[in-house]
């Protein structure tokens, strides 16, 4: 028997008549309805197009912000809600390391970058001192099998936390990316993968790389925001 990954109750797989006539293979689902309902996932309807934050403007305050910063704003479509049980999940599978719980968001993500036209899917890479310590990269884990390349790698410098900042500094900070040696994105359309949205000031900087770099357009996905 399989347990829920995350409350550990007993995982039962209903047998439907169709499923007993044409087994196939058995998706065994890794956490329990219960907990996945917890999820929220985000309204597609009476979003901002730039954040999808559910409200009413097309384009958000935030997003307008950026839009007069760059000249340009991210599409973004942020999965779920960063409420209490995706800072749960987070605060397990990142900070406590527990990485075989990166499949449980496997097929929601691969649900909806099949319905993403892109040339290259670049996820958020996490810095040399991140991937020593945590030993993975969080935004790869939840990927899975779904193709990427990672061309955008960091700079080395003193990282200073987001959350020390006031939006008028998080604007400016300078770009902590660049693209790997040789990397031409001329012409290209982009994804690009974090695992959660906060501000949007990484997402906004690996983005400018790519249209610096020749990119047509690009998008963004993360988990959570
Ligand atoms: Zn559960
Ligand atoms: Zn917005």
Known sequence: M?????????????????????????????????????????????SCRGCGREERSELCDDCQKWQQ?????????????????MKEFMQKYKFQGQYHLRG???????????HIEYDILIPIPVTEHTMLTRGFNQVTGLLGDISYTELIIHQNRQKVAQSKKDRQSRLQTKQPFLLKQGVNLKGKTVLLVDDIYTTGRTLYHAANLCYENGSKRVQSLSLAR
């Open 2 to 46: 399989v347990n829920c990954l995350l409350c550990n109750c007993r995982l039962t797989q209903k047998l439907t008549i169709s499923k007993i006539i044409f087994p196939g293979p058995l998706k065994q689902p890794l956490i329990c309805p219960e907990c996945f309902r917890k999820f929220i996932h985000y309204s597609l309807e009476e």
């Open 69 to 85: 910063y760059y000249g340009w704003y991210l599409e973004h479509r942020p999965l779920f809600h960063y409420n209490q049980a």
């Open 104 to 114: 449980i968001f496997k097929e929601t993500i691969k649900e909806t970058i099949t």
